[in-house]
């Protein structure tokens, strides 16, 4: 699979009109990409073990996309293999009155992973240079002490989520991001998938149809996230998503290669180490 398509270059001016949601790299259904899906999780479940074991690095996987495009599905999916004691997700709604009182970076600060695991944000601080832009009101319930006007305070966030992103990768969590590119009309088709399946109702808020308001705005906030944020040490990766089955795919392709780039290795004793082993052995060989 060519993922060149799909990752953001450091200093590129992305315009979302230019990436194809429907893209799914010659792939003609969801049984064709189905063998290559399973692959890659099988490849994911054994790259965990020695990542799990070396507990030297951290992997952070950052998930954003407008509503109903397929972010949980591709969670569910892709991380099926992962042993769950190396992995966890958290999920980030509107924030509470003590998340408020705080700065914007803190409660997502406070669910990164350990090292030797695997955290994945099913939304994160990128909301706020995108709900928070989208919607100024927002913006004003933080009570910031001095606010930039008008676009500065988005260009002051962007430095700061870069600075914070350059401080985790060089304290060992590597970043890896995705946005899900989903398409007007096919968020249309699976809202109403959601409305005329009795049980997928749970899925819809009258809130999430309400945000089709502001899609254009949205896709501006997106195209000047994607063009300050995607850094050589935490890209973005476009994925078409309006085939769920593909975007799967594309997702867990890139997840194995960022941790093949590691090369991490299982832990080796040393000769003390090995030595204590063989009085195990032989205290267990013993034993009647």
Not at 11 to 20: G, I, M, N
Not at 87 to 95: D, E, G, I, L
Not at 148 to 158: H, S, T, Y
Request: hydrophobic share 35%; aromatic share 10%.
């Amino acid at each position: 699979m060519k993922l060149s398509p799909f990752l953001v270059p450091p200093h590129t001016k992305v315009t979302l009109s230019e990436y194809d949601p429907g893209f799914h790299d010659g792939y003609k259904n969801k049984a064709a990409a189905q063998k290559r899906l399973q692959e890659d999780i099988q490849r994911l479940r054994e790259l965990q073990d020695v990542f799990y074991a070396a507990d030297s690095h951290s992997l952070l996987i950052i998930f954003q996309a407008l509503d109903a495009a397929g972010k949980d599905g591709a969670i569910k999916h892709v991380m099926s293999g992962i042993n769950p004691q190396g992995c966890q997700v958290a999920s980030f709604k509107s924030p509470s009155s003590r998340e408020l009182d705080h700065d914007y970076l803190w409660r997502c600060n406070i669910f990164l992973p350990e090292r030797g695991r695997i955290g994945i944000f099913n939304r994160s601080y990128y909301e706020e240079v995108l709900a928070v832009r989208v919607h100024p009101e927002f913006l004003a319930a933080q009570r910031l002490p001095s606010q930039p006007k008008g676009n500065k305070i988005w260009k002051r966030r962007f430095r700061e989520i870069n600075n914070y992103e350059k401080y985790l990768a060089d304290n060992g969590t590597k970043v890896v991001k995705f946005f899900l590119n989903l398409s007007k009309d096919e968020q249309k088709k699976r809202f109403l998938e959601r409305i005329e399946n009795p049980q997928k109702n749970w899925k819809l808020s009258p809130s999430d149809v309400k945000e089709r308001g502001h899609w254009d705005d949205y896709q501006r906030a997106y195209e000047d996230l994607l063009s300050e944020t995607s850094t050589a040490h935490a890209p973005w990766h476009v994925i078409p998503a309006d085939k769920k089955w593909f975007s799967r795919v594309a997702i867990a392709n890139v997840i194995v290669k960022a941790l093949q780039t590691m090369n991490l290795k299982y832990p080796t004793l040393n000769a003390d180490q090995l030595a204590k082993l063989e009085e195990s052995r032989a205290f267990l060989l013993q034993e009647k």
